[in-house]
């Protein structure tokens, strides 16, 4: 009994002087706990997807007046004198509407098709504070922020099925002019949505450890 005694004061002996050691150097920084980490990574991924619902329906809209914002970028063209050359990058949209606008339905539905390409913009940067992202990710989140980039060649590119965008212009608006600009907004939004989908397949411990 006496040794169990002797041994059980040495313990509390060694455990105060580790406490009185701990005291002395003050709390340490706490890592967050595994639920709170958790949690706001779902918060994030619920920011981005009601930040992109809004996107959409901005979009929608955008899309009933496709016919509309056909015909301000051939008004615009027309008073630039630059009938030629197809309509292939944000910042020529946006040098149309700061200098070659004159109504104010144009310049209406030009802002509009720049402000979703802005919103996108802003959202794309967002996704990179997300997740640390892989290979597969990142190529995607990099291919987006090219086709927003303002001086990116954008005549080449078209939306695919289930998109229509391209098929409401005629044969040379859709080949010579407008084919590539029509297509911008649909297909990075299906790029942000392909981002989501990979990036909700991605362990749980990948997603925590960007918060």
């Known amino acids: 009994m006496e040794r169990r005694r002797l041994l059980w004061r040495r313990r509390r002996r060694l455990l105060g002087s580790r406490l009185a050691v701990r005291a002395e150097r003050g709390p340490g920084p706490t890592a967050p706990r595994g639920p709170t980490r958790r949690f706001q990574q779902r918060e994030n991924m619920n920011e981005v997807k009601d930040t992109l619902k809004v996107i959409e ?9 496709q016919f509309t914002f056909v015909g301000a970028l051939q008004h615009t063209r027309e008073n630039a004198h630059d009938m030629i050359r197809p309509v292939a990058s944000i910042s020529q949209v946006q040098s149309y509407m700061d200098h070659y606008c004159n109504n104010l339905t144009d310049r209406r ?8 390409c802005n919103d996108l913009s802003n ?18 989140l990099e ?5 927003l980039n ?12 289930p998109h229509d965008v391209v098929n409401h212009l005629s044969c040379d608006e859709a ?10 907004i649909p297909v990075v939004l299906d790029g942000v949505k392909e981002w989501l989908s990979h990036t909700e397949k991605l362990p749980r411990r990948m997603l925590c450890n960007a918060n």
């Open 57 to 65: 329906d901005n979009y929608k809209l955008f899309l009933q007046q």
């Open 109 to 116: 539905i030009l802002t509009m098709f720049l402000n979703i």
């Open 123 to 140: 959202l794309c940067h967002k996704l990179e504070t997300v997740h640390p992202g892989n290979s597969t990710t990142n190529e995607i």
């Open 143 to 147: 291919r987006c922020k090219l086709l």
């Open 150 to 161: 303002h001086s990116n060649d954008l005549s080449t590119i078209r939306a695919k099925y």
């Open 175 to 184: 080949k010579n002019h407008f084919g590539g600009v029509v297509s911008l």
